[in-house]
């Protein structure tokens, strides 16, 4: 990215953060529902867990889990703010300015970014009052705000695809879905092992089990294995397969 596309970038997503807090309900949304998951699997099906798995603090093992499940909402939001750019004619003002192209993606992007690195640290906040504890030092706090960036950054992409493909909002938002849904079917509430047979390997094998496996060791402390390589190989791929469809989508709409 040239100079003068960084300059249009921070312009373009100024303008973006402005509407964010001038409209403060989309972080406020998209961090409600994962804090009331985290709240009644703790406080509700916590005991019974804690009893069957033998987990002694549930808040710091459901902890990761519930991070996805609001990074994967928050990014539903970057989809429907491009989809109502695309649809209101600002991008095609936006693309006859002298300006670089790209800066209007990347400023979604970044927005994108923010606004999720806002609602995490609110849901750790949360996390902190309900008893979550972590050995972690600075390295291994680096290493989950790395995990969790890549995590953010592909997601976004595939919200980008989303954007600029969709034909209504509600097709904007739709792909989404299958995204919140994949932390339930696996490590980020209860161990695998506990699952039947073909629903234990769909589990283990599915990128959210690796990424809440390595987040969950970090925090801990334990050892590293071979889930954090796993964990980054799939937040690499999915961030660049997802990247260069955007990229294909946005020269098809932005000629």
């Not at 334990?222 to 990247?243: E, K, N, Q, S, T």
Request: proline content about 5%.
């Amino acid at each position: 990215m040239s100079r003068h596309a960084f300059a249009d970038t921070r312009v373009l997503l100024g303008r973006s953060l402005t509407h964010i807090l001038r409209s403060p309900d989309t972080i406020i949304t998209t961090a409600i529902t994962p804090i009331a998951l985290m709240l009644m699997f703790v406080y509700v099906f916590g005991g019974a867990i804690k009893a069957s798995t033998g987990t002694e603090n549930y808040v710091t093992y459901v902890l990761p889990g519930i991070l996805l499940i609001a990074i994967a909402s928050g990014i539903a939001y970057t989809a429907v703010r491009l989809f109502y750019d695309l649809n209101s004619g600002i991008f095609e003002r936006f693309t006859s300015m002298p300006i670089a192209r790209s800066s209007v993606l990347w400023a979604h992007v970044l927005t994108s970014l923010v606004a999720n690195a806002i609602t995490v640290v609110i849901i750790i906040g949360i996390g902190l009052i309900m008893g979550f504890r972590t050995a972690a030092g600075p390295l291994a706090w680096l290493a989950v705000i790395g995990i969790l960036t890549l995590f953010t950054l592909a997601l976004t992409w595939l919200a980008v695809i989303a954007g600029l493909s969709a034909k209504t909002v509600d097709g904007a938002t739709g792909f989404s879905y299958p995204l919140i849904f994949l932390p339930f079917i696996s490590s980020a509430f209860v161990p695998t092992e506990t699952m039947p047979g073909p629903v234990r390997w769909f589990a283990e094998h599915q990128p959210v089990t690796a990424i809440v496996n390595a987040i969950g060791d970090l925090f801990a402390q334990r050892p590293m294995d071979a889930d954090l390589w796993v964990a980054l190989a799939w937040c690499l791929g999915i961030l660049v397969v997802a990247y260069i469809f955007a990229m294909m989508a946005h020269r098809r709409r932005v000629r």
